[in-house]
């Protein structure tokens, strides 16, 4: 029996299009709202101050260790809002596939993005559904956008940040990134890397109290830790030191990093947050994250320092060395 | 001098990227809210009930007579949010680029999404961009996703409409189909089809005091107005009756319509909206859309019958045709 793909017709509007929709999407995402299929959702946010973001995924492989495009672009998107302080509510997913797209992949794609929006408490309200060609795509592309809630007190930008202060991170680092390029060179070793990609919602949630000693906080994606952490000092009075000892990889993070002589520091995580914080704070965020199973690998990583605009990693065997952003293209199509 | 093109490392996370970002995207949408490059935008609404919307936009090709995939993708979004009640207030744009793209080209779709958005008198505060290899996309997708806060007073819903109630059209139909469809197919004739892509959203303000007795509105983008008025009586006790006569089709819209063999009723606009309304509103809304220019060619084109689930046809002949869902992919990437 030849397998179901996606046919053009799928995106034309007319009866495929809406059989798709009703059959596949909306039952798992459980869009009450969306019965009538309606243009446009409607939200009563319960806050005054919402948050709004929008990411297109166009990760390959499609299925990776750890998860899929499907699960990436919901946590991609409940990420971006949790690290400027929202807690996230609403979500839009919009599909575009290339002809000849599996249905069964679709399906396994779907489900991995429904279980994901259940487990971080939102709802997926409106979507579209594009289709391409063959060679006018690459299997699967998907944006997301998402509409957060304020959580109160926290007052976040990289001009907060001053000398003195604690970096810390949630855990290791680079395990999305070096599991898709593990796929990608046909790299199998035994403990390898397994994408990270997950929510760090609740690690915001969790330190709630705490929010008036929290400067900044950003999810490592494109560029890793390098980008985040020049970004926040770049053309400011400030630096970041790191101690290359306390930062977590996992072994088989490392192993493959080396053998594609990658930097760890500049390869995409999709599941970690940087924090920066008071330093009498880093203690009991620390503690706070512990005991969430995405934080159980929560370190402090290092400080702000004077060092203008410049990140430096004192390394295992006492030399500084310059963290740079990433130049090039090392990682295309990494989320 | 060779023209600059895009990169693979303009969507890598590095310097390139931050630059394409901070250069071309930044500045044309003013985003004060973007200096700092935060993940989300924040965002205050003044109303209780808002409407959030998405889509892709994978049109081909890119630009065509009256507009490009960048305006179109500002209408789209801004229109789906209109024929629900709300006046569109919040953008989000996220850019697939194709490897190899012409940064001019680029540069003028960017222009066109401004000013579109500052046409429609919203603010663009979030994006994206994403860089795929050659052949791994079409030159650029742009999936938009907005935001709207709800007018007050409107009730709107399948559900609501009755037989007797009339159905307008806000002006010609299919021209942005065929524009579209000119273009690929090569037919260059004098006074040929020219996009209708624009915003709805003024229409719908402009009948606020007559909201109670609005029913329905949509925009008959894929599938055109055959998809919209089927879907809107699928499944329910009531039908359409559309007089041929009265339908407004543009003179070189129908004419290349003529030559593919197309029926205009199946064929996108992106501009104009269908509305359902008790008959005793429909002359007040008709003289309302007559004032402003993008409803000059507003019509009554039909009413709502008791023959459930049909969509009927009166043809200048007197005859009655059957109007059905566009079974197939008629016109692969019209938006």
Redesign the interface.
């Known amino acids: 029996m030849s397998e179901t793909i996606i046919?053009?017709?799928h995106?034309?509007?007319?009866?495929?299009?809406?059989r798709l929709i009703a059959e596949e999407i909306v039952p798992r995402f459980g869009m009450e709202s969306l019965r009538?299929?309606?243009?446009?959702?409607?939200?009563?946010?319960e806050a005054?101050?919402?948050?709004?973001?929008?990411?297109?995924?166009?990760v390959q492989p499609l299925e990776f260790p750890g998860g899929n495009i499907g699960d990436l672009a919901v946590h991609g998107t409940v990420?971006?809002?949790a690290?400027?302080g929202?807690r996230p509510r609403?979500l839009?997913?919009?599909?575009?596939l290339e002809e000849g797209l599996p249905l069964s992949r679709l399906r396994r794609v779907l489900d991995s993005a429904a279980a994901a929006a259940a487990q971080c408490g939102l709802q997926v309200?409106?979507?579209?559904t594009?289709?391409?060609?063959r060679?006018?795509?690459?299997g699967l592309?998907i944006?997301s956008?998402?509409?957060?809630e304020?959580f109160p007190g926290f007052d976040l930008?990289?001009?907060r940040v001053r000398p003195g202060d604690s970096v810390l991170v949630s855990g290791p680092l680079g395990d999305h990134g070096l599991a898709v390029m593990a796929v990608r060179e046909g790299i199998r070793i035994e403990g390898g890397p397994v994408s990270d990609t997950g929510p760090v919602h609740r690690l915001v949630q969790a330190i709630g109290e705490l929010a008036p000693l929290v400067r900044f906080m950003?999810?490592p994606?494109?560029?890793?830790a390098a980008?985040v952490l020049n970004?926040l000092v770049e053309q400011r009075d400030v630096g970041v030191e790191l101690t290359e000892a306390d930062i977590p990889v996992s072994p088989g993070t490392r192993a493959v990093a080396e053998m594609l002589g990658l930097d760890v520091l500049q390869v995409?995580s999709e599941g970690r947050l940087f924090l920066v914080c008071a330093p009498e704070a880093a203690e009991q965020i620390m503690a706070r994250w512990h005991k969430l199973p995405e934080g159980g690998g929560a370190a402090c990583v290092g400080r702000i320092s004077g060092e203008a605009g410049r990140v430096i990693l004192v390394t295992v065997s006492g030399g500084r060395r310059l963290v740079d952003?990433?130049?090039?293209?090392?990682?295309?199509?990494i989320c």
């Open positions: 046919q053009l017709a995106g034309g509007g007319g009866r495929l299009s809406r009538d299929l309606p243009d446009a959702a409607e939200l009563k946010p005054k101050r919402l948050l709004f973001t929008t990411d297109s995924f166009v990420n971006d809002l690290v400027c929202g609403w839009s997913l919009s599909l575009i309200v409106t979507g579209d594009k289709v391409v060609a060679g006018q795509a690459d592309y944006n956008a998402g509409i957060g304020m930008g990289p001009g950003r999810d994606t494109r560029g890793g980008a970004e995409a952003v990433p130049q090039g293209e090392l990682l295309p199509r």
